[in-house]
Nanobody
Framework: QLQLVESGGGFVQPGGSLRLSCAAS????????IGWFRQAPGKEREGISC????????VYADSVKGRFTISKDNAKNTVYLQMNSLKPEDTAVYYC???????????????????WGQGTQVTVSS
């Protein structure tokens, strides 16, 4: 019933910016929590940000705090991740995921999220 589709990835030089989109269908993004995760080759999945139902909570990993901003556009049923001051270590496949059972959100445990998008590649390189 819920489908998530990421887009907006691509190639960018260090210091550049990208905006990732997570378009949802089947349910309103304001009624559940959305998390952003990333996974680089050979590394484990890392939670980087999440936003709770009705913006109850917003969380950022220390590695992206001050550079990334998560937001929602309820009219478009889309969650965004604005990424500024990108670094080579930000290179990864980025996924959005939905947690249907909580108002707040967390990024420590990816297993609590129920539905996942297909991912979008972000490459930061000069």
């Amino acid at each position: 019933q819920l489908q998530l589709v990421e887009s907006g990835g691509g190639f960018v030089q260090p210091g550049g910016s990208l905006r990732l989109s997570c378009a949802a269908s089947g349910h309103s993004v304001d009624y559940f929590a959305i998390g952003w995760f990333r996974q680089a080759p050979g590394k484990e999945r890392e939670g980087i940000s999440c936003i709770g139902s009705s913006n109850a909570t917003i969380v950022y990993a220390d590695s992206v705090k001050g550079r990334f901003t998560i937001s929602k556009d309820n009219a478009k049923n889309t969650v965004y991740l604005q990424m500024n001051s990108l670094k080579p270590e930000d290179t990864a496949v980025y996924y959005c995921a939905a947690d249907l059972f909580r108002l707040s959100c967390a990024i420590e445990d990816a297993d609590q999220y129920d539905d996942w998008g297909q991912g979008t590649q972000v490459t930061v390189s000069s």
